[in-house]
């Protein structure tokens, strides 16, 4: 597929996905139909090449979500930095719902607050039909969400940012509940206690972790069980494969992959003449530098090649693909466009076969990414462990 032909291919989607959204439809039918309705189930383990199908419910550990969710993590700034319509975001939401998404991520160091608020407003009209998360951890005054440097998770801020979590996102609990960064200065099981208390009140019904040391995570799980780790994972950072994802699949532990579209860049939207604004953070990432690009670009035709092959769009390949890994993989796709949500959910209608699979995961394997997913000083946050009790 030329370039050409690929780019007018997306511009026609977003068009007629605009209409589409715009309620020319009712939800469940017409040319997209509700992607997430159909209930297809994973087929029992066999030998033959039979085709693989997300499944549109999935668990992290015993808590049960659509097979895919929608991250609120932009929706009060994009990675442009320009503000999106606020109407415009809860349209987002509430559409996702319309179309079979239930759960729905964010987190107090999104906005900050901001975000929180948005999606307590968007859900307003079926709250106890979904499944909402947040996370504590960053440094996030409590009355005026000013960004603070460093990281906090004592017991007694967890309790006093839970209760401003509860009135922006407007509800009486919190069905998942992340530590969004391992605070090193706080035992994870005081973190674990202060979470048992707030699931004792009915504030909290699980909880998880983001970007933690492994012996962390299992502490943790020992202390209070995990029902979900969310990290970055994607075609474009397949870091968790060596270790993360293992001791989740032992301890029985479901995933959640931020951005599992690679920041944009396996949806086809980047290429090497993109330029980044100033604030936006990807203009900090190297493997964005524009000779890290130039390489990693390889990966990025992989995927169009696929969605040739597939009749379908290089976000949907990506999306599929990580839900082909492994059953409790969870991905939350976040954007501020509704085209792009409405493309993003059809990822459960792509399937492979195990010899798709297998060919398509030696591909993406054999192109080794260049330059690192964050900067430095932000990396520093990840994969700590926290203080011994």
């Known amino acids: 597929m ?65 097979g895919l969710g929608l991250g609120v993590q932009n929706m009060a700034r994009t990675y442009q930095t320009t503000i999106p319509a606020r109407p415009e975001m809860i349209q987002i939401i509430r559409t996702a719902y319309e179309r079979g998404i239930t759960f729905f991520d964010t987190a107090e160091a999104y906005g900050p607050h901001e975000c929180e608020r948005i999606l307590g407003e968007a859900i307003t009209p079926f709250r106890d039909k979904i499944v909402i998360t947040s996370k504590f951890g960053w440094n996030i005054d409590l009355k005026t969400g000013e960004r603070l440097p460093g990281l906090i998770s004592r017991p007694a801020h967890i309790r006093l940012a839970v209760e401003g979590m509860l009135k922006r996102l407007r509800t009486d609990r919190i069905d998942l509940l992340y530590q969004h960064r391992v605070d090193p200065q706080v035992p994870i099981e005081d973190v674990a206690g202060a979470i048992k208390d707030l699931m004792t009140q009915g504030k909290v019904l699980h909880w998880g972790l983001s970007e933690m040391g492994l012996n962390t995570l299992r502490r943790a799980h020992a202390e209070l069980p995990v029902s979900a780790v969310q990290s970055e994972y994607s075609m474009f950072w397949r870091g968790p494969e060596k270790e993360v994802l293992p001791l989740c699949q032992e301890l029985g532990i479901g995933f959640v992959p931020w951005s599992p579209l ?113 900067p430095p000083a932000v990396a520093a946050f990840s994969g700590v462990e926290a203080a011994m009790k």
């Open 262 to 374: 690679g920041v944009g860049f396996l949806t086809g939207a980047i290429d090497q003449k993109t330029s980044f604004a100033d604030g936006d953070f990807r203009k900090t990432e190297s493997r964005f530098s524009p000779e890290n690009r130039a390489h990693n670009l390889a990966l990025v035709q992989v995927v169009k090649h696929w969605a040739e092959r597939k009749e379908t769009t290089p976000a949907r390949i990506a999306l599929a693909w990580l839900m082909a890994q492994k059953p409790w993989i969870v991905p939350i796709p976040g954007t501020t466009q509704m085209a792009h949500m409405l493309d993003n959910i059809g990822a459960t209608e792509v399937a492979f076969s195990h010899t798709e699979l297998a060919t398509l995961n030696q591909e993406v394997a054999a192109i080794k990414i260049q330059g690192e997913r964050l």
């Open 2 to 66: 030329t370039k050409t032909v690929f780019d007018e291919q997306r511009r026609k989607f977003i068009n007629t996905s605009v209409v589409l959204a715009s309620g020319a439809i009712v939800a469940g039918s017409g040319i997209l139909g509700s992607a997430l309705a159909k209930e297809p189930s994973l087929p029992a383990h066999s030998s033959s090449d039979t085709s693989s199908q997300p499944t549109s419910r999935r668990k992290l550990g015993q808590l049960e979500v659509s």
